[in-house]
């Protein structure tokens, strides 16, 4: 069983930022292909970034790009999403998630695992 434990999130104004650490308890964390999805309310969960195992590829949606950056630190078993020039747009609960099959995907079904999130609030 793969547990994920996502951090970092709160409430700031536009134009700000954020750093939100995903944390993970997979022994092989370093095999998977990990992703950030958001989900605000009233609206369908969306795909954010997603990164593959060795952290040498990685694909935006293209409402961030250019903003947010994904990342991973094999060692300590985290992914992390810094978000730069926040939007109130942005405001949304945060998810990571492991696939265990896709190396690099934006398709929420392709992820086998997911956290609990972690709401970010940008205020305008």
């Known amino acids: 069983q793969v547990q994920l434990v996502e951090s970092g999130g709160g409430l700031v104004q536009a134009g700000d930022s954020l750093r939100l650490s995903c944390a993970a308890s997979a022994r092989t964390f370093s095999n998977y292909g990990m992703g950030w999805f958001r989900q605000a309310p009233g609206k369908e969960r969306e795909f954010v970034a997603a990164?593959?195992?060795?952290?040498?590829?990685?694909t935006y949606a293209d409402s961030v790009k250019g903003r947010f950056t994904i990342s991973r630190d094999n060692a300590k078993s985290t992914v992390y999403l810094q978000m730069n020039s926040l939007k109130p747009e942005d405001t949304a609960a945060y998810y990571c998630?492991?696939?265990?099959?896709?190396?690099?995907?934006?398709?929420?079904?392709?992820?086998?695992?997911w956290g609990q999130g972690t709401q970010v609030t940008v205020s305008s």
């Open positions: 990164i593959t195992w060795r952290g040498v590829s990685t």
């Open positions: 998630a492991i696939s265990t099959r896709y190396e690099l995907t934006d398709l929420a079904r392709r992820y086998d695992y």
